[in-house]
């Protein structure tokens, strides 16, 4: 029988909007949010429309220049983020389960990430006491020597979030933790497949006290989600859009938020390279590969996506690999203690999986799967057996795409200089990952590879304290870290002020 939602604190299922403070009825029709382990409804939510987005808007920007918020210092503020911080903790169990019916992933991953989303309202309510600006002293000849400059930072003002299924808890925090210790509201867009958790989190920022309009949260249905992300980057009153999700999207938000010049983030995808040398700790990087590749069954924008290995290594690093996929990996209904790989979230996911096994096979590829599915498993459920690609080569859409599954590439390479090339040989710029021994080649590596963030002997480099955020077609502005995820939410104004020398 497949389980069922069964949470301790019943007020965290919320299948509505959270507007004002208050879950509201939406304009929109109801759409169904589906289990991807059994591929059956287990909750039913009201979609957001165009004219939602419009009433979130108005409460957020009213809620930006009412005195309820405005007048809060950055301790009142950051006081708020712990408390939510503290409610966040205390419902763990009822997050993480909500996390795993909406995205497929395993109970003990989803526990993490909660854990992890929750170091982005930590981290935050420290980062919000310390924007500080700055005073100079002008050193130009004539009148500018006797110029002092001040500079100061404001909240930027309404800002929409645009947050991806993969880690619905996680990247909400981390943008709307950011946005609120800066000052500002928000105006959150979840995607059709994970509209739960976010109202759950708008129920628990209520209960910590966080005024009216600060946080607004529109689920919205497939057919919806491109006319509410219109609506919001499109917005005169929205000052700001941070999305995570496909280049492709992107660079249409990008678009239509030109025509008023709003201030963007964009956490795009990524095609990461994970190279390991014949000098490295070849067990240590398999270990690492493992949680870079299988962590929520490969949907990470993160991802080993090619893994390139030195040839006179490579058929060991296959042996190592095969062992622990057959030791670690169990397919399994999230909410099963025994499952260590969860379902893909999306059907969609399932067939770009096999477009990609099946290219990469007619170009030369073998495939092996080293753990089967167990026929048991709903064949309702989206779920893909972790592949892996052997002898891939640059011509397959593996080396230019990411496959967003539990599909290992594995390429060979021969030289440092080659694979260095064929690493940098796409457009995507998120994050590569190197294991090699050898110090020289780190700095080598480290300072030539073209990508935002470089996992140096490690597979999982993402943290509140660490700038994160790609290049070229993975994006652009940073996450977290000290002075870097903030920013993006502060405005900067510049006063020149100049002094008479001359006492009276
Ligand atoms: O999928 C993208 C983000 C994953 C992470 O923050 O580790």
């Given amino acids: 029988m497949a389980p069922t939602l069964n949470l301790i604190n019943k007020n965290l299922y919320q299948p509505s909007l959270f507007i004002n403070n208050e879950f509201v009825p939406a304009s929109g029709e109801d759409f169904d949010v589906l289990d991807p382990a059994t591929g059956e409804t287990w909750a039913t939510v009201a979609s957001a429309t165009a004219a939602d987005a419009e009433r979130a808007v108005d409460a957020a920007d009213a809620a930006f220049h009412g005195t309820a918020w405005r007048q809060l210092t950055a301790r009142e503020r950051a006081r708020l983020l712990l408390e939510w911080d503290r409610l966040i903790r205390a419902n763990k169990s009822d997050l993480a389960q909500l996390l795993v019916f909406e995205t497929g992933k395993p109970l003990r991953e989803a526990e993490g990430e909660v854990d992890y989303a929750l170091t982005f309202c930590w981290w935050m309510a420290g980062e919000a006491e310390r924007q500080h600006g700055s005073i100079a002293n002008g050193n130009g000849p004539g009148p500018a020597a006797n110029n002092r400059f001040l500079v100061t930072k404001y909240p930027i003002g309404v800002v929409a979030t645009l947050t991806p299924w993969n880690f619905p808890i996680a990247l909400f925090l981390r943008k709307a933790a950011t946005a609120l210790a800066a000052g500002c509201t928000v105006v959150n867009k979840p995607s059709p497949e994970t509209p739960l958790s976010a109202n759950a989190l708008a129920y628990l920022a209520r209960e910590a006290g966080f005024p009216p309009g600060t946080i607004n949260i529109l689920p919205c249905n497939e057919a919806n989600t491109p006319l509410i992300g219109t609506a919001l980057c499109t917005h005169a009153k929205v000052q700001k859009v941070s999305f995570t999700g496909s280049t492709p999207v992107g660079?249409?938000?990008?678009?239509?938020?030109?025509?008023?010049l709003k201030k963007l983030t964009l956490e795009l995808g990524g095609n990461g390279p994970f190279i390991i040398f014949n000098d490295a700790d070849l067990d240590h990087a398999v270990a690492q590969l493992m949680i870079c590749k299988f962590r929520h069954a490969g949907q990470t924008c993160v991802c080993a996506q090619r893994v390139f290995v030195q040839s006179d290594i490579y058929d060991r690093v296959v042996e190592l690999l095969t062992a622990r996929m057959q030791a670690e990996l169990?397919?399994?209904?999230?909410?099963?203690?025994?499952?260590?790989?969860?379902?893909?979230?999306?059907?969609?996911?399932?067939d770009k999986a096999q477009a990609h096994v099946s290219d990469a096979v007619s170009r030369g590829a073998t495939a092996i799967t080293p753990v089967t599915v167990n026929s048991s498993l709903s064949p309702a459920g989206y779920f893909f057996p972790p592949t892996l690609l052997l002898n891939a080569s640059d011509a397959m859409a593996v080396a230019s795409e990411e496959s967003f599954a539990p599909i290992v590439s594995l390429f060979r390479f021969d030289t440092e200089p080659e694979v260095i090339t064929r690493a940098n040989n796409t457009s995507m710029g998120l994050?590569?990952?190197?294991?090699?021994?050898?110090?020289?080649?780190?700095?080598?590596?480290?300072?030539?590879?073209?990508?935002?963030?470089?996992?140096?002997?490690?597979?999982?480099?993402?943290?509140?304290?660490?700038?994160?955020?790609?290049?070229?077609?993975?994006?652009?502005?940073?996450?977290?870290?000290?002075?870097?995820?903030?920013?993006?939410?502060?405005?900067?104004?510049?006063?020149t002020w100049s002094v008479n020398w001359k006492a009276d």
Wanted: hydrophobic share 35%.
């Fill in 251 to 260: 660079k249409k938000l990008a678009a239509q938020c030109a025509s008023s």
């Fill in 330 to 350: 169990t397919p399994g209904h999230g909410l099963d203690p025994a499952t260590t790989l969860g379902p893909l979230t999306t059907p969609r996911s399932l």
């Fill in 431 to 495: 994050t590569s990952y190197v294991f090699t021994s050898n110090a020289d080649r780190i700095w080598r590596v480290m300072e030539t590879i073209e990508t935002g963030n470089v996992g140096i002997n490690v597979g999982l480099t993402t943290s509140a304290e660490a700038p994160f955020g790609g290049w070229h077609d993975s994006g652009y502005g940073k996450e977290a870290g000290m002075g870097y995820g903030i920013a993006e939410y502060l405005k900067v104004k510049t006063a």
